[in-house]
């Protein structure tokens, strides 16, 4: 007899035409100020790296976030309304909800990511060792569209919990942040929870670090992100033309991740663009902001969420913060 756990069911939010995918990528390439969006990072190779990576000793953020949970998970947990929906927000291969679940009992999973293969195959981790809860993957760029109405719905009497860690909300500028935010309170009603994580401002030398590490894992994930707009694209990007680079910038208090050209080169683009890079000139890949308590706690208030609590670690380097509508 087959006594395999079922695969999870997975919901495919994205639309049947990525034409205006494609065509975000091709702008943000044509601008003055070449840019390709962070979340194009994230094909299986790109998923993968950025696993290897959070494990490294400069990559404070996942370790130091990780230390925080530990220490005050209890604490955490009590907070937590009781058979929650537990919304996984980019859930990668879910080892952050997977550490959750020995102090929370939610009524469901929802893994929500970009990657439907890859988040499928991580909620069937999690189905096989707690067989008796449902998970669902939602293959969604929920940083354009957040639309999970319908499927929280179906266990209208269960509040959303969502779960946005390892400071991916710095990935995005005050605006766009605000918004996204904004579209998590509309999923939230009045009981509904935002558990999130933001980088904190901390010593230059730290920050920079984090994002130049020695084994060079966070290079070849910046790099491969070239192949994945060569398969998108049809572009003929060649990854050993760039070179990685990451610099703090004090005025806009973010990581500026480049892909800096070595060489003169012409990049064709698809059928119908060509555009040309000087031998310095520079792709921005990511956005990293570094908040402050006091400025994230603002955005939160703005974005409708005012009750908050905050939970650090001992040098202040990171932060956990939970965040509710007014009761």
């Known amino acids: 007899m087959n006594t395999a756990t079922p695969l999870p069911r997975l919901e495919n ?133 957040l639309d999970l109405k319908e499927l929280l719905a179906e266990e209208a009497d269960s509040p959303p919990v969502f779960f946005y860690p390892g400071s991916s909300i710095g990935n995005f500028d005050r605006n766009q942040a605000l918004r996204l935010l904004r579209r998590i309170r509309e999923h939230c009603g009045q009981r509904g929870q935002l558990l999130i994580g933001a980088d904190l401002v901390k010593p230059l030398p730290v920050m920079e670090a984090a994002y130049n590490d020695s084994q060079g894992l966070t290079a070849a994930f910046n790099l491969n992100v070239l192949q994945v707009v060569n398969r998108l694209l049809q572009a003929d990007f060649n990854p050993d033309a760039f070179e990685h680079s990451a610099v703090y910038d004090a005025r806009n208090s973010r990581i500026e991740m480049r892909l800096i050209a070595t060489r003169p080169q012409t990049v064709r683009l698809g059928s119908s663009a060509v555009r040309q890079f000087r031998c310095g000139e520079y792709i921005i890949t990511e956005h990293s902001h570094k908040y402050t308590p006091a400025s994230f706690g603002l955005l939160l208030a703005e974005a409708g969420f005012p009750r908050q609590q905050m939970w650090t670690d001992a040098r202040g380097w990171f932060g956990i913060f939970l965040a509710e509508p007014n009761a």
Not at 40 to 68: K, S
Request: proline content about 5%; overall charge negative.
């Open 13 to 145: 939010l994205l639309p049947p035409d990525q034409a205006k995918e494609k065509q975000q990528l091709l702008d943000g390439l044509m601008q003055s100020q070449a840019s390709i969006n962070p979340k194009f990072f994230y094909d299986e190779i790109g998923c993968q790296l950025f696993t290897r990576l959070c494990d490294l000793e400069e990559y404070y953020p996942t370790r130091t976030e990780a230390g925080i949970l530990r220490h005050y998970a209890d604490e955490i947990s009590a907070t937590l309304r009781p058979q929650a929906q537990w919304v996984d927000l980019g859930c990668g291969d879910c080892s952050k909800t997977r550490s959750w679940l020995q102090h929370f009992s939610p009524s469901r999973v929802i893994g929500v990511d970009i990657a439907g293969d890859y988040i499928r195959a991580c909620l069937a981790n999690i189905a096989d060792g707690y067989p008796d809860l449902e998970c669902v993957g939602v293959v969604s760029d929920f940083t354009r569209r």
